[in-house]
């Protein structure tokens, strides 16, 4: 049996009542030319919604279950797994883990039942509801990081798929064309500056990292932070991927749409807290900035709660047009209403 060690790469696929999907994600996976092995790791977290069916049948149709020089299949009171090879693209592995309960709502740890795969030279991500669309993806990001020892992290361009319409409503591009990324840059954008599924990052880098830095609720933006603290980041002008939006029970509609204020002061305690921790970290190097994107985020959660004196307080201090991506940061996100009209009427 091949383990994680065998491959340059691994995917982290996370999934959860996406069975609408998934099979866009899967289909990103198995799209991939390269020349070398790659493992997509899929994680379904008991999805109720007859996405652990949808999975299955896809490794059915497209996978060598038979074949026990490439399939183990193993089942635990826990979990039902299956690691194999794709049935015509042989450097195509997928590794499937199948929880029976739900492991998020108690915190409990996956990474114990799939610990012997976890060490590829290269990680990637992208989440059930989004989706690569270029074949030469990982090749093109592998072949970057390779050849460019002092570079830690790459990323690409993805379109946003609005779930509402149905249609393509716009890309991330934050750049006109390859670029170094800016630290600044990836401070003050936050998590959002990268999409998610574009990102390949050294994971022998990634393990260096004091724990502490990736215990609260997020871990895109601590990736994206530790990864420009500890080499270069390139953009690659290319888009390779979507993101949708709007996608009912995702984490982001939710957290947008919940009006709970403890629940919500308990998300910036721990939001804030990443902020403070990268900020000791870097022993204040950028502590300037650090403070700005502490103010944007806290902008953002006053204007959410209709809070319009406190928004319009930390809007002062925010400072922040002097970007080229800065009016992208303000637009309106998820139903929270115009922020260009706060602006008009509160910000003058």
Not at 45 to 63: Q, R, T
Not at 290 to 318: H, M, N, P, T, V
């Amino acid at each position: 049996m091949m383990t994680s060690n065998k491959f340059m790469v691994r995917t982290i696929c996370s999934t959860f009542n996406q069975a609408s999907l998934i099979v866009d994600a899967m289909n990103g996976f198995t799209m991939q030319r390269t020349s070398f092995p790659f493992l997509s790791v899929i994680m379904d977290d008991a999805s109720f919604d007859g996405e652990p069916k949808v999975i299955e049948h896809y490794l059915e149709e497209n996978f060598e279950l038979t074949n026990n020089n490439f399939t183990t299949i193993k089942e635990t009171d826990d979990y039902r797994l299956y690691f194999t090879r794709h049935k015509t693209n042989h450097n195509c592995f997928f590794l499937v883990l199948l929880l029976k309960y739900n492991h998020q709502s108690i915190k409990k740890s996956k990474g114990s039942y799939i610990e012997e795969w976890l060490n590829s030279k290269y990680v990637a991500y992208c989440e059930g509801d989004d989706y690569w669309t270029d074949p030469a993806k990982l090749q093109m990001q592998v072949d970057f990081l390779e050849q460019h020892p002092d570079y830690t992290m790459c990323w690409h361009d993805a379109k946003k798929l609005d779930m509402n319409s149905g249609n393509i409503c716009g890309n991330h591009r934050r750049y006109t064309k390859d670029t170094t990324c800016p630290t600044e840059d990836i401070i003050l954008q936050g998590g959002g500056f990268c999409p998610t599924a574009s990102i390949v990052y050294r994971d022998d880098i990634r393990k260096q990292a004091p724990p502490y830095l990736f215990q609260q609720h997020i871990v895109d933006y601590p990736l994206q932070l530790y990864m420009a603290f500890k080499g270069k980041v390139r953009y690659i002008d290319r888009s390779m991927s979507v993101y949708r939006i709007n996608v009912k029970g995702s984490w982001t509609l939710t957290i947008a749409n919940n009006r709970d204020i403890e629940e919500r002061r308990k998300l910036w305690s721990s939001t804030i807290k990443i902020f403070d921790d990268f900020n000791k970290y870097s022993n204040y190097k950028y502590d300037k900035l650090f403070k700005q994107r502490k103010y944007i985020y806290l902008f953002y959660e006053a204007f959410a709660l209709g809070d319009y004196s406190l928004a319009r307080k930390y809007w002062y201090k925010c400072n922040i047009f002097s970007r080229p991506w800065s009016l992208g940061l303000i637009l309106p996100i998820h139903g929270m209403g115009s922020v260009a009209d706060f602006i008009k009427k509160h910000a003058i």
